[in-house]
């Protein structure tokens, strides 16, 4: 089964330690407490948003490059393929999201 916290935690993680980074200086600059962000990172506690953007800031990086990353690892563990340009009407907002009424 796919989890979504596990596979964000992952990506955290790798963009902690390709920034060459401690758990304690993240957890220092987003403001968390070092045993939360852990078990964030270890896919063991849902970050809610507020918390995403605070690590994800901490980490210099914008939370959709973070989203996009999950959402890739998720995909490719489905199998499926997303597109890598914004469908058309989207960017601007004139296309309906999927399933909207």
């Known amino acids: 089964m796919i989890l979504f916290r596990q596979e964000l935690?992952?990506?955290l993680r790798d963009a902690?330690?390709?920034q060459g980074r401690?758990?304690?200086q993240v957890s220092s600059d987003a403001r968390v407490s070092l045993g939360y962000l852990s078990e964030i990172e270890r896919g063991q506690k849902e970050a809610s948003s507020e918390l995403l953007v605070s690590v994800?800031?901490?980490l210099g990086l914008p939370l959709s490059f973070v989203l996009r990353e999950v959402s890739d690892?998720?995909?490719v563990a489905e199998r499926v393929t997303i597109p890598d340009t914004v469908p058309?009407?989207?960017a601007d907002g004139t296309a309906p999201l999927?399933?909207?009424r």
Do not use: F, K, N, Q
């Open 16 to 18: 902690r330690r390709s």
């Open 73 to 75: 690892r998720i995909a």
């Open 88 to 90: 058309e009407g989207l």
């Open 98 to 100: 999927v399933g909207a």
């Open 9 to 11: 935690g992952d990506v």
């Open 22 to 24: 401690t758990l304690r």
């Open 56 to 58: 994800t800031d901490a």
